[in-house]
């Protein structure tokens, strides 16, 4: 279980590092990278990033791992866009290990290694292995308004179909277009992200 | 650690790697990484 606490808005980015055992499991093969893929519990907003490598060397990436943990790095995001207009939540963004987390949220966090440079995650794809043993929470919540996440309402909706649940990604480190329900009653997603 | 990116470094970044190979992204994702994440 992870925790932060946002106590500033927007375009500035905040480093956080998840510890996982993830030698007791596998030994990463050279040059892979590791992935993480977050899903929000309640909003179903879902992302994937490339964890950054500690050699900063996104040709031949490694990363910290000793016998206890492995340290995956990412950094994240309080906003959608910079105050200067750029947009934030990217396929480029993610792929450096930058990424937007709208907040508040608990997500859950899933850890992947993989030996080409993407986002992708579909269970045909051969360069891409889960580490299923290893799965986390992280607990993000807000000390400042965001203008972009409608707060929780008290409200109840009742739908026929569960739509916050797990789903394949694209290259671009979203759910496609088609299965990205961000619409949903607990939390609501007021931009459109680049398909 | 936190840093700002300037909206022209980060406009920069993503037309190079919209226009780039699987190859050229990592070179390109590194240079950035060493410029303006990692300071």
């Known amino acids: ?11 500035v980015n905040k480093d956080f590092y998840f510890y996982e055992n993830l030698k007791a499991y596998v ?32 040709t031949n990436p490694t990363y910290d791992i000793n ?4 340290t995956f790095k990412i950094s994240m995001y309080n906003s959608p866009v910079t105050s200067g207009g750029a947009n934030l939540d990217t396929e480029s963004a993610r792929k450096l290990g930058l990424i937007v987390l709208s ?7 899933k850890y992947y290694y993989r030996g080409d440079y993407s986002l992708r995650i579909h269970s045909s794809i051969v360069a891409l292995t889960e580490i299923p043993e290893l799965q986390s929470l992280f607990n ?30 694209t290259t671009k480190g979203l759910p496609a277009e088609a299965d990205n329900n961000t619409i949903v009653q607990y939390g609501v997603q007021t931009w459109t992200p680049t398909y | 650690m936190s840093t700002q ?19 050229e992204q990592k070179v390109i994702a590194t240079e950035f990484y060493n410029k303006y994440v990692s300071v």
Not at chain 1, 46 to 52: E, K, L
Not at chain 1, 67 to 70: G, N, P, S
């Open chain 1, 1 to 11: 279980m992870y925790q932060y606490n946002w106590l500033n808005t927007g375009s």
């Open chain 1, 27 to 58: 030994d990463l093969p050279t040059d892979n990278y590791l992935l993480l893929k977050f899903r929000g519990l309640s909003t179903g907003y879902q992302r994937t990033c490339i964890a950054m490598p500690s050699n900063g060397d996104y």
């Open chain 1, 67 to 70: 016998d206890r943990y492995a």
């Open chain 1, 103 to 109: 907040t508040p949220e608990m997500y859950e966090v």
């Open chain 1, 140 to 169: 993000i919540t807000r000390a400042v308004d965001s203008s972009y996440i409608q707060a929780p309402v008290s409200s109840y909706t009742e739908y026929t179909d569960n739509d916050v649940t797990s789903q394949d990604i």
């Open chain 2, 5 to 23: 990116i300037s909206d022209e470094a980060l406009l920069d970044f993503y037309e190079k790697m919209d226009n780039a190979t699987e190859e």
